[in-house]
């Protein structure tokens, strides 16, 4: 069962993460999550580092 102040509040959370971007803006977040995830694998050793810098570059 959800109140209706729960409502409420899930739909002004919803209003917040509600963001518009135009086709730049796409690309260039497309581009860091795609480093972000490459610099975790290589955290988390699945990617060595010249498999990292080489994704990166590929990236840049």
Same mark, same amino acid.
């Given at each position: 069962m959800? +109140? &209706?102040t729960d409502k409420?509040? +899930?739909t &002004? #959370? &919803?209003k917040l993460m509600n963001i518009t971007l135009d086709a730049t803006q796409q #690309? &260039? $977040?497309k581009k860091m999550l795609k480093c972000g995830i490459y610099k975790e694998l290589h #955290?988390?050793?699945v990617l060595t580092?010249?498999?990292l810098n080489s994704? $990166?570059?590929r990236n840049s």
């Open positions: 959800v +109140l &209706e409420n509040n +899930l &002004e #959370k &919803e #690309k &260039e $977040l #955290k988390r050793d580092d010249t498999q994704l $990166l570059e």
